[in-house]
């Protein structure tokens, strides 16, 4: 089903520029929007004019990875219950090399790029997969990151993270095939967004919001598993897992 017809989008982590970029595209194809971020003073005014622009239901509520306990209530609230989730939110922890040392002698810093990277997707996404394993129907969309491909010394925390995501969706994927539920792993590689401001980056390398958003809804349409937003990643992080770890522990990256 790629034309919304009255059906939900939900979008956990919808301040971020990716999840935007989403929301717009599905709601150009007729989906309507639950637009949940710990941030809802800017997506109001996005809400309103994605409604407008679109002429489709857009709900803006608030949402906190992190508040474990809260995730069976938040999703209980929703009615309509929603038939794609995009989970999109996400702590990088650093902007810059440097931060790296802050990371690493910081236990809160640490726990907060895990908790939302890993604990809070599992959290809020247990909720929902057992409320599509009833429906049998649904598309579960997890934005993790080329970085849990293999672990490297300049984000090794948050490539750890990625990683325990990524192995988290992809046991997903298998297990709620068997119920109609599909489940797809997004690697965008490096993104021009907000997370990653002044960091230089190499062009040919970089996505942008749109392309992203668009690899989600190709992904969605074609029941694809896992996707490489641009295809030279995957190349990429095959020949950097192929590196001997007698090799690879020498190498400053």
Known sequence: MSRGDGSWLLVLGAASDIAGA?????????????????????????????????DVKVNVMFFDALDFE?????????????????????????SNPADLAIVES???????????????????TEVIAADFARRRKGTIIGISSVAGDR????????????????????GLRNKLFRYGVSVITIKPGYVKTKMIEGMAL?????????????????AFERKKDVVYVKGIWRLIMVIVRLIPERIFKRLAI
């Open 22 to 54: 989403v929301s717009r595209t599905f709601a150009r194809h007729g989906w309507n929007l639950y637009l949940a971020s710990r941030s809802t003073g800017d997506l109001e005014r996005d809400a309103s004019d994605i409604s407008l622009r679109f």
């Open 106 to 124: 910081n236990l809160e810093e640490v726990k907060r790029i895990v908790g939302t990277n890993f604990l809070g997707v599992v959290s809020i």
């Open 202 to 218: 190499p062009s040919f390398l970089t996505a942008q919001p749109a392309d992203v958003a668009e690899s989600i809804w190709k």
């Open 70 to 94: 809260s995730h069976i209530g938040f999703y209980n609230s929703l009615n309509p219950k929603p038939v794609v989730v995009l989970i999109a939110f996400g702590y990088l922890g650093m």
């Open 151 to 170: 672990g490297r010394g300049g984000n090794y925390i948050y490539g750890a993270s990625k990683s325990a995501m990524t192995a988290y969706l992809s």
